[in-house]
């Protein structure tokens, strides 16, 4: 089992920036890529971004040249930097983590909610 906690979310103004940090604990060894989904007020899930290693990043459209995925393999963390915020950012954040055997895990979820 791996769980997940999320830190950095909050409240901030249209054009503005925020860190997101994921530290992964458990059967940490287990995991082959981390990422970060969202999800809206009435709509699905959506992904943002994930980091399989160095390079091995992927992004989902609205994310691109805007926010940057990152992973420390030895805090077990992932961090998600966003840069000129949208209010279409503002949703629920949530870390996920893949295993080799394809199992996803979940954090909670950290809220961040951009003012225009």
């Known amino acids: 089992q791996v769980q997940l906690v999320e830190s950095g979310g909050g409240l901030v103004q249209a054009g503005g920036s925020l860190r997101l940090s994921c530290e992964a604990s458990?059967?940490?060894?287990?995991?082959?890529?981390m990422g970060w989904y969202r999800q809206a007020p009435g709509k699905q899930r959506e992904l943002v971004a994930t980091?399989?290693?160095?390079?091995?990043?992927n992004y989902a459209d609205s994310a691109k040249g805007r926010f940057t995925i990152s992973r420390d393999n030895a805090k077990n963390t992932v961090y998600l930097q966003m840069n000129s915020l949208k209010p279409e950012d503002t949703a629920v954040y949530y870390c996920?983590?893949?295993?080799?055997?394809?199992?996803?895990?979940w954090g909670k979820g950290t809220l961040i909610t951009v003012s225009s």
């Open positions: 980091i399989a290693g160095p390079g091995s990043t």
């Open positions: 996920n983590a893949r295993s080799r055997s394809f199992a996803d895990y």
């Open positions: 458990g059967s940490t060894f287990s995991i082959r890529v």
